[in-house]
């Protein structure tokens, strides 16, 4: 498990797709701070630096960092890719959320 991995949540629903913002050093922790999302199509226009939109396996995401949660590392299924290109489009919407700049 590493900062920026995108995981499916084992019990779908709405957003069966995450992706771990917590930095590497908490691994100990129970649970991990997750961004859910979600395809790009259902949304008209998504705010582009507070939820950047990003593709995994060839389909296109919206990040919604304004419904990011601490969720249990149990709840967590299967590695299906990595944002970690987009870090710094990630860390911006965490920062604009948090700091409001």
């Excluded at 920026?4 to 949540?9: A, L, P």
């Excluded at 949304?43 to 919206?62: C, G, I």
């Amino acid at each position: 498990m590493a900062q920026f991995d995108v995981f499916r949540i084992k019990s779908g629903g709405i957003y069966p797709l995450v992706v771990d913002v917590q930095a590497d050093v908490h691994t100990k922790l129970v649970t991990r701070i997750v961004v859910p999302m979600a395809l790009r199509s259902r949304y008209a226009q998504p705010a582009s630096r507070l939820t950047p939109t990003v593709k995994v396996r060839d389909a296109e995401y919206v990040v919604l960092f304004p419904l990011m949660a601490a969720v249990p590392h149990a709840s967590l299924g299967e590695v299906v890719g990595s944002l970690a290109p987009h870090r710094g489009a990630l860390i911006s919407a965490l920062d604009l959320l948090i700091t409001g700049s």
